[in-house]
C-alpha cells in the first residue's frame, strides 16, 4: 500500500487515508439523492440514474486514485447536472439522449484540450472576473430552483397577460413572483429542511448537506410528504442500469443543421463551465494544502502530456465527463468538497479509493434513496448554491469594464433560466466593452470566436 500510493513520501498513512476518504464521502454523498431528482425532470429513470450516478463516481474517482494519485473525488456536478436538465432538455428542447451526447462530446473535447496546449489558451482567453463569475452564476441558478422545488414562491399572471388558456391557468406572457403563505406541507417541510442544514453547516458539521436531506425525509413522513413503501414492497436488489446506458443519440443530435450553432455553443458552454471549474478545485485546495507544488502550476501552462501530478489528475477528470455519459448521467468533475478529506490530512490517491469503494457500497441504498421528496433535496440546492457564490467576492464590482459583463453573467443565468445565456452575455459584453474603451490588446483572440459564435446564435436561432 506504501508503495503503490507513495504514503511515506507524502507524509501520511493508511489509517489517515481512509478516515479522510471517509469525510470526503459523507459531505458529498448528497449527489446520490439529488443527482437522480434533477435529472429525472429531464425524463430520465430516476433508478437508473441512480445507479449510473454512483458508478460513474466510483469508477471517475478510482481512476483519479491509481492514475493521479491525488485525494479528489468525482461525481455528476452540481449545476453541470441543473444545466443539463433546466437548459438544454426543457429549455432548449434537446432529449435526454441527445444531451448525453452533449456530454460525451464534451468529454473528448476536454481530454483533447488537456493533452495538447489548447487548454492554456482557453484558461488565459477567459478574464478570471467571468470565471469567478460563471461559477457564481450557475450557484444563483441552482439555489433558484431549489427555492421554486421547495414551493416557497408562488407565481400569479393577470388575465391581460393570458396567452393560452388551461382550465383554471394557461400561459402567460408576464407572471409575478411572491413569496408563498407556507400553508403548503411542501414548504413547510422544505424550510424546515433548510433551516436543519443551515445549522448544521453553521456548526461545521462535515456531513451537514446529507444529514439535511436524510433529517427532512424523516420528518416529512409525519407531514405526509415522505411516501414510505410497505414492508412487503421493499427490496434492496440494485436498479437496472438499462434504461440510459449507452443510450446516447449522436445521430437525433445533429440530424437538425438549423440548430447547428445551438449544439456547438451549448457543447462549448458544458466544456467550458467543467474546464474552470475542475482548475479552480485542483489550484485552490491542492495549493493550500500542498498537493500540488509550483512545478505542478506551471505544467498547466506549459506541459505536453502527464509530466506531473495536476496533468495526471486533469487527465482524469477529462475522462470522467464521456464515461458519465456512456453509463446515464451528466458531467461527472470533481468536487470542491474533496477539501473536507484533504484537511484531515488525506495526500495521496488511497484517499480517493476509499471514497470510491463507499460509493459503490451505496448501491443497495436504492429502496431508500426513492423515498427522498423534492421537499428534502430543494434545500441542498439551495445552500450549494450559497456555497458556489464564494467567487462573486473576488470580482472588483467597483471596476464598470469588469462589474458589467460579470453581473449579465450572473443575473441571466437564473433569470433566463439558462446557464449558457449567462456565458454568452459575459463572452459578448466583455470583449465589445474592451473594444469599446480602446483596450483590444486586452482581448484574447479566442474570446472573439466565442463571442461570434453566440451572436450567430442569438440572430439564427433566437428561440
Known amino acids: 500500500m506504501d508503495r503503490l500510493f507513495k504514503l511515506s513520501e507524502n507524509g501520511t498513512n493508511v489509517k489517515t487515508e481512509v478516515m479522510a476518504g471517509i469525510t470526503t464521502f459523507v459531505t458529498m454523498a448528497y449527489i446520490i439523492f439529488v443527482n437522480p431528482s434533477i435529472l429525472a425532470q429531464a425524463g430520465m429513470d430516476k433508478g437508473a440514474v441512480f445507479v449510473a450516478t454512483i458508478l460513474a463516481a466510483t469508477i471517475a474517482t478510482f481512476i483519479m486514485g491509481f492514475v493521479a494519485n491525488v485525494p479528489f473525488a468525482q461525481a455528476p456536478g452540481m449545476g453541470l447536472n441543473a444545466f443539463f436538465t433546466f437548459t438544454v432538455v426543457l429549455g432548449l428542447g434537446y432529449t435526454w439522449q441527445q444531451a448525453l451526447a452533449m456530454v460525451f462530446i464534451c468529454g473528448i473535447i476536454n481530454i483533447i484540450i488537456t493533452v495538447t496546449k489548447i487548454r492554456k489558451m482557453i484558461i488565459h482567453a477567459i478574464p478570471a472576473s467571468l470565471q469567478y463569475a460563471i461559477s457564481g452564476g450557475i450557484g444563483l441558478f441552482i439555489a433558484y430552483i431549489g427555492i ?81 413503501p410497505g414492508l412487503s414492497s421493499i ?22 443543421g438549423q440548430k447547428m450553432f445551438i449544439a456547438l455553443t451549448t457543447i462549448f458552454a458544458f466544456s467550458l463551465t467543467d474546464t474552470f471549474d475542475t482548475i479552480g478545485t485542483f489550484l485552490g485546495t491542492g495549493r ?105 467576492s473576488k470580482i472588483d464590482w467597483s471596476d464598470i469594464e469588469t462589474s458589467i459583463p460579470a453581473f449579465l ?47 450567430l446564435r442569438f440572430v439564427l436561432l433566437p428561440n
Open 235 to 256: 427490496s434492496f436488489a440494485v436498479p437496472s442500469l438499462e434504461p440510459t446506458l449507452f443510450k446516447l443519440d449522436f445521430g437525433g443530435l445533429f440530424a437538425n
Open 288 to 392: 493550500k494544502s500542498g498537493i500540488f507544488d509550483e512545478k505542478d502550476e506551471k505544467s498547466v501552462d506549459n506541459g505536453n502530456g502527464f509530466s506531473s501530478k495536476l496533468e495526471r489528475a486533469l487527465f482524469a477528470d477529462a475522462t470522467a465527463t464521456s464515461i458519465g455519459a456512456l453509463l446515464g448521467t451528466s458531467n461527472t468533475t470533481t468536487y470542491v468538497e474533496s477539501a473536507a478529506g484533504i484537511s484531515l490530512g488525506g495526500r495521496t490517491g488511497l484517499t480517493s479509493v476509499v471514497v470510491g469503494i463507499l460509493f459503490l457500497l451505496s448501491l443497495f441504498i436504492a429502496p431508500f434513496a426513492g423515498m427522498v421528496p423534492a421537499a428534502a433535496t430543494a434545500p441542498a440546492l439551495i445552500v450549494v448554491g450559497i456555497l458556489m457564490a464564494d467567487g462573486l
Open 148 to 228: 421554486k422545488e421547495a414551493h416557497f414562491l408562488q407565481f400569479t399572471g393577470e388575465a391581460a397577460n393570458k396567452v393560452v388558456s388551461l382550465g383554471e391557468g394557461g400561459i402567460f406572457s408576464d407572471i409575478i413572483p411572491a413569496i408563498v403563505n407556507f400553508r403548503d406541507p411542501v414548504s413547510q417541510l422544505a424550510l424546515i429542511g433548510l433551516i436543519i442544514t443551515v445549522v448544521l453547516m453553521v456548526l461545521r458539521v462535515r456531513s451537514a448537506i446529507l444529514l439535511g436531506i436524510v433529517l427532512t425525509t424523516i420528518i416529512g413522513i409525519f407531514f405526509n410528504v415522505t411516501r414510505v
Open 409 to 455: 453573467t450572473v443575473a441571466l443565468m437564473p433569470f433566463t433560466y439558462s446557464i449558457a445565456n449567462g456565458i454568452a452575455a459575459g463572452l459578448i459584453f466583455y470583449p465589445a466593452i474592451k473594444l469599446i474603451t480602446g483596450k483590444r490588446k486586452e482581448i484574447h483572440p479566442i474570446i472573439y470566436i466565442f463571442a461570434v459564435l453566440f451572436i
